[in-house]
């Protein structure tokens, strides 16, 4: 029997000062919600969909209440989730009614029919699968929080950021789960989607090899399909601390890209890293399973790390 852990993030970038304390409290609570179904004997699928609804419910994060408009003032979320056991995927992308969408991302993959579906179609089977559907404007984010000064750290050729919030975790009989959501980029062109619901880019999870979250500048960490790359260099016998440095390392030197990764290995060890001014995260499990780095402690690990 394996002894659990959870690792979630809120998004990797500048965080304004002002909400930095809020984005570790939120973080906290979806690590607790997820380490409570851990330490029931819960499966890792239920531990990482109960942390992501934490974070979809907090309007502090883009994702769920509180996501980015697009540039017809409107939202469009999307949402991932990956058992690590069967390598079943469940995947939205531009949905506008959904409060959370990582739940109708749970049910898509549990139905067996399709693995990702989008816009009208997706909420039109959110309906029939009895999810209820809300009004886009609880989605938006709070004028309280818009009105926050950003001073915002943008790179190159880069729209503002989003704060995509992700959560891998091991359970108890090994399983592997990986769940990510988003509200896209601020200001985006209607219809895009990002890296966070494309399977191996914005997360993977594989039991032979570990778990991944990725967050970040979408159109970049495509290319390098950072999560099934961590998962990749696990099964070569990395260790998740060095994936992650060397994953970030590859973003920013082979594609000009800026983000973050969370990872879990089978055997529990965790790893974060990234290349942005902050990433806000939490872990939960036992002492051992944290990682040496400085910025890692023991049992709950959550703060804002910095670059």
Known sequence: MKRPVIVVHGGAWHIPAP???????????????????LLSGGPALDAVEAA?????????????RGSHTNLNGEV?????????????VGGVAAVKRVRNPIALARRIMESGEHAFVVGAGAEAWAEALGIPLCDPADLA????LIDIPTDTWTPPGMQLPSDTVGAV???MEGNLAVATSTGGTPNKRPGRVGDTPLVGCGAYADNTAGAAAATGWGERLMRLV??????????????PQMAAEH??????????????????????????????????????GPEEAISSGTEFRTQ???GLNSA
């Open 19 to 37: 909400l930095r304390e809020a984005f570790q409290a939120g973080c906290r609570q979806a690590a607790f919600a997820g380490w409570e179904v």
């Open 52 to 64: 992501v609804r934490i974070l979809e419910d907090d309007p502090v994060y883009d994702a769920g």
């Open 76 to 88: 469009e979320l999307d949402a991932f989730i990956m058992n690590g056991c069967t390598l079943e």
């Open 141 to 144: 984010p709070l004028p309280a």
């Open 169 to 171: 975790a091991l359970d």
């Open 226 to 239: 950072l999560s099934k790359s961590a998962c990749d260099l696990l099964v070569q016998g990395w260790a």
């Open 247 to 284: 994953l970030i390392r590859q973003l920013e030197q082979r594609v000009a890209g800026y983000g973050g990764i969370i990872i879990v290995d089978r055997h529990g060890q965790v790893g974060l890293a990234h290349n942005t001014p902050n990433l806000s995260f939490a872990i939960i």
């Open 300 to 302: 709950l690990l959550a």
